[in-house]
């Protein structure tokens, strides 16, 4: 092996863990108020409201039926603008963003729908305030299924920032494709799909059983 | 307390109108117990909720405490709710929160702090029985546990009204007369005005003084519990009432009986009267009863009986004559004269 494998394995692992955390941390926040927004928009005891639940609503549709490749080379100019590069882990970050956004979005609407409706109602018929039924009551009555779906966004991540590596993005996937592929050793492409398979694995644990930890729903 | 002034609510579905609620227009006093019966899709929930806006009307007006409450919005809605408890047939408690929490939530939303929060949880905890279940989930409690919780939850801000929504259906009967009296105790105690939906009329005979019927979103009949039950003055409420009390004498005995077979019915202080011996004494005749019960509504007795009587024609016209009179009503089910 004419390179330092080690300490190539760290430098990539450090990037795609970096492309994926910050990837996620945007799509927690922004993907999960804009599943919040859509939920919100769409039940009538909140603030139903049609016109931005549909247009909120197909600017996500739109987002997520472009295939992730075409979106890393749409986004190109965007990373340029924002982060002034169009390469490396810094510049994938912006579509991978982008995409997860648009993912965990839909996906924590889904978590908010699938609270039950007549707790809220219960809420709404004590008096309590919205602002207070959705920190109080939905959140947590949300959060086992939020917590979930993070989960697979987070490993549809993992996938992505694989794929972004091919396109000079950096991570473990750029090293798989360099090494493992086109120089054609095959020790290295193993190497870096057991690193996904575990980073896969561990986000998965994780992830299930803080979501069971917060499930109260069975005895 | 709570009076509806030609309420009605109207859906739209697939362009057509339909009226759940067709012109209600009645008084519901304070500190009764007040039921509405009806059969499914009769629009008694969706009545039901136009007292604390949960449904808005299409027409007419909501009176709680002699003040319109139609167009309460923001505050004042709010404030209005905290005074009126709602209790469901799920419970709709919230799963993820513990039984101190989902009570505690409605106090703290409406701006207690969290020693009076605390005080508070506790004395509603021990006022429903549950003071050793606060810290458990909802999933680990019975059906009237959470029945419990969720009353112990609509009290808490100091409620003057409860609203149930079928709150005893989805309990066994144990269970249900439990509950049933929890909320008269409540009734009693604090004086709360309670409204109570349910399609079980044993629900209504045990604890409310006065209900309403309701058919395809029209309140047909409205009275006393006892009178309504005793002598339904619409065919609607008469057939309701015939699905739930099974007391009818099979066809086929009746059939092959000799002589008349009439239904006493007891009301009121004749039941505790006895008439029928009476009778017999009188006129010299001979009876047999074949089915009988005594059951109480709102406390109040109300006895029904199946005679065959046996004798010569004219005592026996005369008896019959004597009974009707001195009955609440005689039915003659099989004239066999
Ligand atoms: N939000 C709504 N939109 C459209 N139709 C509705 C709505 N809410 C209720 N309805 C209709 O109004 C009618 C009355 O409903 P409601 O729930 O008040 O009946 P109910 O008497 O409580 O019946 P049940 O005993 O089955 O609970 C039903 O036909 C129902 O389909
Ligand atoms: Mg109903």
């Known amino acids: 092996m004419d390179f330092d494998l080690k300490a190539a394995l760290f430098l990539t692992f450090g990037q795609t863990m970096q492309m994926v955390i910050s990837s996620l941390l945007a799509a927690i926040i922004i993907g999960g108020s804009i599943g919040l927004l859509l939920f919100l928009t769409s039940n009538t005891l909140f603030l139903k409201n049609r016109a931005i639940n549909q247009i909120v609503g197909v600017i996500i549709n739109i987002t997520r039926s472009i295939p992730f490749l075409i979106l890393l080379v749409l986004m190109i100019p965007v990373s340029k603008a924002i982060v002034h590069t169009s390469i490396g882990p810094n510049a994938v970050v912006i579509p991978l963003a982008v995409a997860a956004i648009a993912f965990l979005g839909r996906l924590s609407e889904a978590s908010f729908s699938d609270v039950d409706n007549g707790v809220l109602e219960a809420a709404i018929a004590s008096g309590a305030s919205k602002l207070s039924i959705v920190l109080k009551i939905l959140l947590p009555e949300a959060l086992p299924s939020l917590i979930k779906n993070i989960t697979v966004t987070a490993v549809s991540l993992i996938g992505f920032s694989a794929m972004a590596g091919t396109v000079g993005g950096g991570g473990i996937g750029d090293l798989a494709i360099r090494y493992g592929y086109q120089r054609y050793e095959p020790e290295v492409m193993f190497i870096c799909v057991i690193v996904l398979v575990l980073l896969v694995q561990i986000f998965q644990v994780i992830g299930d059983s803080s979501a069971k930890k917060l499930d109260k729903t069975s005895k | ?337």
């Open chain 2, 1 to 337: 307390m709570i009076e509806f002034k030609h309420v009605s609510v109207s859906f739209k579905q697939h362009k057509q109108i339909f009226e759940a609620v067709n012109d209600a227009h009645f008084k519901i006093e304070k500190g009764e117990i007040f039921g509405i019966a009806g059969s499914s899709g009769a629009g008694k929930s969706t009545l039901l909720r136009t007292i604390n806006l949960l449904q808005t009307v299409s027409s007419g007006e909501i009176l709680v405490d002699g003040e319109n409450v139609t167009n309460y919005r923001r505050t004042q809605l709010r404030i209005l709710r905290r005074n009126i408890g709602m209790i469901f047939q799920h419970f709709n408690l919230a799963r993820n929160l513990t039984v101190y929490q989902n009570i505690a939530f409605v106090l703290k939303a409406a701006g207690k702090s969290k020693a009076e929060t605390e005080t508070r949880v506790k004395e509603l905890l021990d006022l429903v029985n549950l003071s050793e279940k606060s810290n458990s989930y909802p999933a680990n409690l019975s059906g009237g546990e959470k029945q419990r919780v969720a009353i112990a939850r609509a009290l808490a801000n100091d409620a003057k009204i409860l609203l149930c929504d079928e709150p005893t259906s989805a309990l066994d009967l144990e269970t249900t007369s439990s509950i049933l009296s929890l909320l008269k105790d409540l009734n009693k105690k604090f004086g709360i005005t309670i409204v109570i939906i349910t399609h079980e009329l044993d629900v209504i005979k045990s604890i409310c003084t006065r209900c309403a019927v309701m058919n395809k979103g029209s309140v047909v009949e409205i009275g006393d519990v006892y009178d309504i039950f005793t002598k339904p003055r619409e065919d609607f409420t008469r057939q309701l009432l015939s699905h739930t009390s099974h007391f009818n004498l099979p066809e086929q005995i009746i059939d092959k009986m000799q002589g008349p077979i009439i239904r006493l019915t007891f009301k009121g202080d004749n039941a505790n009267n006895p008439i029928l011996y009476y009778a017999a004494n009188t006129f010299q005749i001979g009876f047999n009863i074949l089915l009988g019960k005594v059951e109480y509504i709102n406390d109040l007795p109300l006895g029904i009986l199946y005679v065959q009587l046996i004798g010569e024609t004219e005592p026996l016209k005369l008896a019959i004559e004597f009974l009707a009179a001195n009955t609440a009503d005689l039915e003659v089910i099989n004239h066999g004269l």
